[in-house]
């Protein structure tokens, strides 16, 4: 029996078992949900993780495919932000601001160019192809769900039926980030001559914006490692004397940024401490504002540009060629020297070839995916979008598999799903499983998140 044989026998179980007993599991989900309501998915007005009935099960040789994937983007962005910082001629070819170029520009004081960062793709089971959505830098999240979603499981009992029968491993998605953060530390070169002391880290956000119970969570798993780690707003430090601190008293050695860039260039005048401890070197930023060459929407685009390609392998190029969808800008001639635009009657006659999105949002804000609407909608957010900082996209078809909603009392029925591999300083490190029953998988309105395993064999 080949890997994908065992993975969908796996799969064809869990499917057995809940027609067998749906009551039972209907009961279990219930209970799930429950549990998740005084969990730390909870956010004071939702349950920020609606799950279903069949987690997410990968073979090894799908996590094979997931490494490559990941370690050869990862090489690719690298290259495309020291190309940026290096080359003020390949710069010409993003659209980014003068406030995000100096930031960009700001020497970081250590060598990895892109600590952490998760990948979203489509992933076909059946042959192993995949597209990618976006990618995530700074601010990538997530985490936390997969951690708590696992132990909620436990609820299931065709999760736990299943889990007598084969052999499951999942990702731990904390410590191998702690153990990144503290040596990449350790590279940095601090300009401070402060006398030996215990690190003391920071994990920043604007906490209207930030997963703050995820962050929370980050801190205990650092101060369990036997680092001091709190949760602090971008807008309370305070820099004195080349030494930021905290809103209590405390220097800041380092910083693990959840704030995306975006976020910080809209609120410039309200962080000048951070933003200045940053600029002199004075702090260990992780990551540092560098990460944005590669965080925005447009990256898709750039990655499909000469300037790129000649910089590249032939192998990466392939990839991109591959398994990087066709992206133009949203505009008549394209708003760089570089990029393509797109005519608006082409966009507007091609509904379903086409997905269009902002260049730097998150979150699945103001995207549009022309399957998902009528051509009167499509229309209406083409028209409102075109020349205002938007890209047009190929669509991408998602592959879909059997799931079930218990909790809305629903029938099985194909799902779409999109994959979110995690990249921490290069090496490949989890999954982040998501589904939806649209053709789009929107955070927050229809996705449904699954904690993610990897079958090794019968028991």
């Not at 132990?151 to 299943?162: D, G, L």
């Not at 052999?167 to 731990?172: K, L, R, S, T, V």
């Amino acid at each position: 029996m080949t890997n994908n044989e065992l993975r969908n026998e796996v799969n064809e179980a869990y499917i057995a078992h809940i027609r067998a007993h749906r009551e039972e599991n209907r009961k279990g989900m219930a209970a799930m949900r429950e549990d998740l309501l005084h969990s730390t998915l909870f956010n004071g007005e939702r349950v920020i993780s609606a799950p279903l009935g069949i987690p997410k099960v990968f073979s090894e040789e799908d996590i094979e495919r997931f490494r490559y994937a990941t370690e050869t983007t990862h090489s690719i962005c690298c290259k495309m932000i020291r190309h940026y910082i290096d080359d003020p001629a390949y710069r010409a070819a993003f659209p980014y601001s003068k406030e995000c170029e100096q930031l960009i520009l700001t020497d970081a004081g250590y060598e990895s160019l892109l600590p952490m960062a998760r990948f979203d793709i489509f992933y076909n089971e059946e042959t192993g192809d995949y597209k990618f959505c976006e990618i995530n830098t700074d601010g990538t999240s997530a985490m936390n769900e997969d951690y708590v979603l696992d132990k909620a499981y436990f609820h299931s009992p065709a999760h736990q039926a299943v889990i007598r029968e084969y052999a499951f491993e999942n990702f731990d998605l904390f410590t191998p980030w702690i153990e990144t953060f503290l040596r990449l530390y350790d590279t940095w070169r601090d300009p401070r001559g402060l006398a030996p002391h215990t690190i003391n880290i920071a994990i920043t956000d604007f906490m209207d914006r930030g997963v703050v119970r995820e962050f929370e969570e980050f801190a205990r798993r650092f101060q369990k490692a036997g680092v001091f780690c709190q949760v602090v707003d971008a807008r309370d430090m305070v820099y004195k004397d080349g030494l930021l601190y905290s809103p209590e008293g405390w220097v800041i050695d380092a910083i693990y940024r959840r704030a995306v860039t975006g976020d910080v260039l809209r609120r410039l005048d309200s962080c000048p401490d951070f933003l200045q401890a940053v600029k002199d070197g004075r702090v260990f930023l992780c990551g540092a504002f560098r990460s944005q060459v590669v965080h925005t929407k447009w990256t898709f685009l750039a990655m499909h540009l000469a300037e790129t390609k000649r910089f590249l392998t032939e192998e990466e190029s392939a990839f991109i060629d591959a398994h990087i969808p066709l992206t133009v800008d949203l505009s008549e001639d394209g708003i760089t020297a570089s990029s393509a635009g797109i005519s608006k009657e082409d966009v507007l006659a091609n509904k379903d070839a086409y997905i269009i999105k902002p260049y730097d949002d998150f979150g699945s804000v103001g995207v549009t995916a022309g399957v998902t609407v009528s051509q009167e909608e499509w229309a209406s957010a083409v028209h409102a979008a075109y020349g205002t900082g938007f890209i047009c996209q190929e669509y991408c078809t998602q592959y879909a598999t059997t799931n079930i909603d218990l909790a809305e009392d629903g029938d099985f029925a194909p799902f779409i799903n999109m994959s979110g591999l995690y990249c921490y300083d290069g090496k490949f490190t989890g999954v982040f499983s998501r589904q939806s029953p649209g053709g789009i998988i929107a955070s927050h309105h229809n996705e449904k998140n699954l904690p993610t395993y990897v079958v090794t064999g019968r028991r």
